[in-house]
């Protein structure tokens, strides 16, 4: 059951069949919630969900993978409730994350996301804040109509799970300005950044389903640490990617001066050479190829990229035994997304 | 008990003793909800809120007249429950309340509030989206922490209310696009960014108390009727109040060319002299003080200011009446508070 981390170049591993069954339940009822926001929120939502073109126009494709709103719907399974009981949270789940994809674009000035412009980039930046806040407040309304018993709980995890994300992002906003990020702090915001919403969506299906807590507790784990896996091979792929794989230009992340992982390790735990790697990371040069492959060497050799990729593995493995009281049919299909997600930029 | 519409020169009335009162109810439980942020959304909260410099340093003064947390605390106690089952339904208005006053001078680009920066001035963009987002997060999990057996409707409540404020901010952006907006279109932003959060505090305490629909619609009819009342006297005074009184230029609503309900009732329903004035918003000259007089007396004489100010007058009695099966002691202070609301620029 335990999974091995495979080389980057490998194959990714085949979407799950799972992730297509439970897109099937959960959209209907995400269109919904959608449609009950105000005409402009709505037409932006659609557009950055991947539903419409910029002019509201239809479109074909299915607006990405959805591996949130899954999360949710198989958490519920987990608890032995049915699907439907997980749908709420799937909803919810899958508008907040959109929430803080629209508001980290603005923040981040990004103007493309899966080669299409971004909401701010095509309405500016009060429609992004505005259609965020809008996705925002409809996620608790859909959890708090859920009619499920256990919606007060379930909002509760939603707004925390929210707040850990902010706090991610907040970290992650800071850390740009400073050269003295530990490695914990570095963890710290990849888990709130990455692991929060994975852990709520993996969590929030079993608590409408009134689970006890070591179930809930268990999935919580499980998504928890899946993220930081996933965020774990991001980083060594940002760096050592195969860019035709990827999509990112090679050595990425370095050329960003991102504090990623694998770098804040190799800065706090690689002596002379994480020194040496601090000071360029300090300065100013943009560095053409070589200069870059030589900076990714250096993150390398103080033990970077070893970490890194041990640490996922390490991850995963406590991903997948959290869940050993898990039945088996969700257990595995649960264990199936967690493998598609660690690898699915590999 | 019918209010009256006081000259604009008239003083303002006193502070109603009940907002002192209330806020020392509720103080301490929005400063216990503001410690839970992280540490950065923590302290720009605080800065926020008036309670320290922008060095973190406490200062002195009350952060605000606090009155829609004064509402949310008297509407629990015209449901007849204690002042402290309102209290969570306070906290969280004000949170909202101030997580769209973060997000709104951001879009608006406003550097200073109550005299003081505003966040995004001294921390830039990406810290008052992230500190907005965090408030926002949080008023959900106060009102879902209150132990009320009501939560979920309270909670229910808050978010629709927060969608129908970012409404009305979603309408305020798209009409200084358009130069063909109607007097119903501006009433409904105008509803939703001053009358949703004042409707929503009125009635959340009673929600909080489990009253009948009929306390809690009349509650919410109160505070929607008194936020339009407050929007419309505003309104006339940002055309033509006493500088020296209202602290804001002559004409300075004029000046930025604002939609406001009077001008959009003038060029709406003025004949000819609308279209004169339409002429003029629809250009480009910023106009001196005797320009600005000539449009202000356009305004007029296509009957804009004495629509506003009998449309106000009617709505404060239309508050007023809708409270007539509240008991008399909590009805007085609401009464005495929408009073000090309408009038309080004058």
């Known amino acids: 059951m335990t999974a091995t981390m495979r080389p980057a170049a490998e194959a990714a591993p085949a979407v799950p069949e799972s992730l297509g069954r439970t897109r099937d339940a959960v959209q209907p009822a995400l269109r919904a919630a959608v449609d009950r926001?105000?005409?402009?929120?709505?037409?932006?939502?659609?557009?950055?969900?991947?539903?419409?073109?910029?002019?509201?126009?239809?479109?074909?494709?299915?607006?990405?993978?959805?591996?949130?709103?899954?999360?949710?719907?198989?958490?519920?399974?987990?608890?032995?409730?049915?699907?439907?009981?997980?749908?709420?949270?799937?909803?919810?789940?899958?508008?907040?994350?959109?929430?803080?994809?629209?508001?980290?674009?603005?923040?981040?000035?990004?103007?493309?996301?899966?080669?299409?412009?971004?909401?701010?980039?095509?309405?500016?930046?009060?429609?992004?804040?505005?259609?965020?806040?809008?996705?925002?407040?409809?996620?608790?309304?859909?959890?708090?109509?859920?009619?499920?018993?256990?919606a007060i709980p379930a909002a509760r995890l939603l707004s925390e799970t929210t707040r850990r994300l902010i706090h991610g992002q907040v970290l992650d906003v800071q850390f740009e300005q400073r050269d003295d990020v530990t490695l914990p702090e570095c963890v710290t915001m990849a888990g709130g950044k990455t692991g929060a919403l994975l852990s709520g969506s993996a969590a929030i299906g079993a608590v409408l389903a009134?689970?006890?807590?070591?179930?809930?507790?268990?999935?919580?784990?499980?998504?928890?640490?899946?993220?930081?896996?996933?965020?774990?091979?991001?980083?060594?792929?940002?760096?050592?990617?195969?860019?035709?794989?990827?999509?990112?230009?090679?050595y990425s992340d370095l050329r960003a001066r991102k504090k990623s992982l694998p770098v804040t390790y190799a800065i706090t735990h690689g002596g002379a050479t994480g020194r040496e790697l601090a000071e360029w990371l300090a300065g100013e040069e943009t560095g053409d190829e070589t200069e870059l492959a030589r900076?990714?060497?250096?993150?390398?050799?103080?033990?970077?990229?070893?970490?890194?990729?041990?640490?996922?593995?390490?991850?995963?493995?406590?991903?997948?035994?959290?869940?050993?009281?898990?039945?088996?049919?969700?257990?595995?299909?649960?264990?199936g997304i967690a493998r598609f997600i660690v690898h699915r930029e590999a």
Request: charged share 20%; aromatic share 4%; glycine share 10%.
């Open 37 to 150: 926001l105000d005409e402009t929120s709505r037409a932006i939502s659609a557009y950055h969900l991947g539903w419409t073109d910029a002019d509201g126009n239809p479109v074909s494709g299915n607006g990405g993978k959805a591996v949130r709103s899954a999360l949710a719907v198989l958490s519920a399974l987990a608890a032995g409730a049915p699907a439907e009981t997980g749908v709420p949270g799937a909803v919810a789940v899958e508008l907040v994350h959109n929430f803080s994809l629209v508001h980290d674009d603005l923040m981040d000035g990004d103007t493309e996301r899966r080669h299409r412009p971004t909401v701010w980039a095509l309405w500016g930046a009060p429609a992004a804040i505005l259609t965020g806040d809008a996705m925002l407040a409809l996620a608790q309304e859909v959890v708090l109509d859920s009619g499920s018993a256990h």
């Open 210 to 250: 009134g689970a006890p807590a070591e179930t809930v507790d268990a999935l919580a784990v499980f998504g928890e640490e899946v993220g930081l896996a996933f965020q774990l091979v991001d980083d060594v792929l940002g760096i050592w990617g195969d860019a035709a794989v990827t999509g990112k230009p090679v």
């Open 295 to 335: 900076v990714a060497a250096l993150v390398a050799s103080a033990g970077g990229r070893d970490w890194a990729t041990a640490e996922a593995a390490r991850r995963v493995e406590t991903a997948e035994r959290a869940l050993s009281a898990i039945p088996a049919g969700p257990r595995d299909e649960l264990i």
